[in-house]
């Protein structure tokens, strides 16, 4: 079964930053493409940042120009470097595989508040 462990969230000020890890079992940071998932309060879980297998990137456009996803496959672990950090960005933070597979961790809470 794969497991996929998220950390790095708290609490910050708008405007300030945070660095999200993600441990994956195995291999699978490396040989599959990743995504950070977000889930807010009331709301449908969403894909924000993708790192295909070959290294292209994309980002959703509300985190576009803030967000900075990065894999590290010697370590098989996933970053999300996340700068001018706003309320909205509040959530419960997941990776997975994209498309998602079935075994999903248990997140990482993102509280954006003065």
């Known amino acids: 079964q794969v497991q996929l462990v998220e950390s790095g969230g708290g609490w910050v000020h708008p405007g300030g930053s945070l660095r999200l890890s993600c441990a994956g079992s195995?291999?699978?940071?490396?040989?599959?493409?990743m995504g950070w998932y977000r889930q807010a309060p009331g709301k449908q879980r969403e894909l924000i940042a993708v790192i295909t297998r070959d290294g292209s990137i994309n980002y959703a456009d509300s985190v576009k120009g803030r967000f900075s996803i990065a894999r590290d496959n010697a370590k098989n672990t996933m970053y999300l470097q996340m700068n001018t950090l706003k309320a909205e960005d509040t959530a419960n933070y997941y990776c997975?595989?994209?498309?998602?597979?079935?075994?999903w961790g248990q997140g990482t809470q993102v509280t954006v508040s003065s």
């Open positions: 997975n595989t994209v498309p998602a597979q079935p075994y």
């Open positions: 195995g291999s699978i940071i490396s040989v599959y493409s």
